[in-house]
């Protein structure tokens, strides 16, 4: 999970979902989530669907929804700490899907892993407009703490643009995701290689 690590937001996006998600294969990106908190249920099959059949050569995950990527034969979910437990999702998706958990506190990041979480996204490391709901920053200190104790993927999200990336990666993310430094940009593909630079 070394790189940039993709996530849509149709709402920030210029282009729409699937043109952000083709730049960001283009640009050689291995993990694409599929993230989308207002489409009615049919539109978010509909487009799950596609982005599916676009994303051959990358890991294709969905926020939130276990049944929708059940549905879309996704290779797995994204969950936060307000969604099903990774215990129950890993029930109904087995072993052979990808769990990632979010979390905000060590206490978290020691649950998710108990509980077998594939990997973890860190959050938000920086205050982000992307998400209000998203908590008090974590900063780059939950970061090295959680990397010291947990031996998992560590995706580290939340306010990450260019300038501050470095410092994230140098912290022990391997990957970083940035929402608006990336979908808001006349050339997602560009942005996305600006930050897949960053790990050499
Ligand atoms: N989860 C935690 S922070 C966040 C999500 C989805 C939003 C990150 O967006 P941005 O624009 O990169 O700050
Ligand atoms: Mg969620």
Known sequence: ????????????????????????????????????????????????????????????????RVEVALAVGADGVHLGQKDLSC???????????IIGITVNTMEQALEAARQGADYLGVAPIFATHTKPDAGAPAGLRLLREVRRRVNLPL??????????????????????????????????????????RLFG
């Open 155 to 196: 995706i580290a999200i939340g306010g990450i643009n260019q300038d501050n990336a470095p410092a994230v990666i140098a912290a022990g993310a391997d990957g970083i995701c940035a929402i608006s430094a990336v979908v808001t940009r006349p050339d997602v593909q560009a942005a996305i290689s600006g930050f897949q």
């Open 1 to 64: 999970m070394k790189g940039y690590y993709f996530i849509t937001d149709a709402r920030l996006s210029r282009a729409g979902n699937v043109s952000d998600v083709q730049s960001a294969l283009a640009a050689g990106v291995r993990v694409v989530q599929y993230r989308d908190k207002w489409a009615d249920d049919a539109a978010l099959i509909a487009e799950a669907r596609l982005l599916r059949r676009l994303c051959q050569g990358a890991f294709f995950l969905i926020n939130d």
């Open 87 to 97: 215990r129950e999702a890993r029930r109904w998706l087995g072993a052979g899907k």
